[in-house]
């Protein structure tokens, strides 16, 4: 089973402007080719699909796309979204509450926030064939987004969790995480947990996401999908499952920083055999004209700087020429 993960795809301001008069496809361009080669395909949706509503105050940038741009998604067959990020709620409960229903109404499931802690909290789980297939999705940004008992709002789960649960256990929603990541492996054959975290810039990843998440996959992740930087970071593996610290942004509308380059990211498809990963390949993309393209001239180079990043984890790659791809076997020891 292949399964292409995706990072930010924010679908507002410029993008959600072109799409009123371009084809749903158009935001993700010659990557549809390698997009429908995935069993399952899975990106951080960084927008609300929204009519309504009004911007939450004190935020300096906010994203809102039109409900019909659920047509976007549907056009590159994604499967599910994480809705766990800063910008799920940048035009309130109410533009919130209009985008869960756009996407039931596709068959577009999604994790990370609910209209209550419960429903941010719960997996989404399906069948590919006879392989089930789990998604959990948290934020560690946007704490006074916190679902509530009875309020809307998004998975949040600190990564330096200093807080104490009504049990007097200190860092009991990372403890919580953990124990959700547990029961839900036991159902499902291949587990994605997806971790919108940190902050936007440099490349370095946090000894705290490493230690994060080694327990993610100890609990029963078989991979670990951050996003929320704007550039990629470079792939960790633990117990032959991969890391994907930050898979940079997909799509948007965003000013290019010349040396970080945050119009440059992958698809980054695991390719895994009886629910077990085996191989993660990597597309290198480029945003241009508000959509993701194949790199042509620039893959390699985009290639050889994933490959640093990741050699500093101990995590080896190599360049498919034939392939256009930075190949990742994932059975060697590493981190």
């Known amino acids: 089973m292949l399964i292409a993960l995706l990072g930010d795809v924010m679908l507002g301001r410029l993008v959600n402007r072109h799409l009123a008069a371009a084809g749903p496809a158009y935001p993700w361009g010659d990557t549809l080719a390698v997009l429908e080669q995935a069993d399952v395909r899975v990106a951080n949706l960084e927008c609300v699909l929204a009519a309504g ?27 599910v979204v994480s809705l766990a990020n800063n910008h799920v709620l940048d035009f309130g409960q109410d533009a919130f509450g209009e985008m869960l229903p756009a996407l039931d109404g596709c068959g577009i499931l999604h994790a990370g926030a609910g209209p209550d802690l419960e429903s941010a909290r719960r997996p989404s789980a399906w069948r590919v064939g006879a392989v089930a297939v789990g998604f959990i999705a948290f934020t560690d940004n946007e704490p006074g987004w916190e679902a509530g008992t009875a309020a809307p709002g998004v998975y949040y789960v600190p990564v330096e969790d200093v807080s ?9 929603r990372r403890d919580g995480l953990l ?31 490493q230690d994060f998440a080694r327990d993610l996959i100890e609990a029963g992740a078989d991979v670990v999908f951050g996003h929320s930087p704007h550039i990629f970071r470079g792939v960790g593996i633990h117990r032959n499952r991969p890391i ?28 895994t055999d009886a629910g077990a990963p085996r191989t993660l390949r990597l597309y290198p993309t480029i945003i241009a004209g508000f959509q993701a393209r194949l790199a042509r001239e620039s893959a390699p180079g985009i290639a050889a700087r994933m490959q640093r990043l990741s050699g500093q984890l101990g995590t080896l790659g190599y360049w498919n020429a034939s392939g256009r791809c930075l190949e990742i076997p994932l059975d060697r020891p590493a981190f």
């Not at 919108?196 to 370095?204: E, K, M, Q």
């Not at 799509?251 to 290019?256: G, H, R, S």
């Open 53 to 79: 509503g009004e911007p939450e105050p004190g935020k300096i940038f906010h994203f809102r796309s039109d409900p019909k741009n659920v047509a976007s998604l549907l056009a590159a067959g994604i499967d």
């Open 164 to 172: 104490v649960d009504e049990g007097g256990r200190r860092g009991g």
């Open 179 to 209: 124990e959700l990541v547990a029961r839900t492996k036991a159902r499902v054959q291949v587990l994605i947990v997806s971790a919108h975290w940190g902050g936007n810039w440099g490349y370095d990843v946090p000894a705290g996401h």
């Open 244 to 271: 994907i610290f930050s898979a940079g942004d997909f799509i948007d509308d965003y000013a290019v920083d010349p040396v970080e380059r945050n119009d440059q990211s992958f698809v980054f498809m695991l390719d």
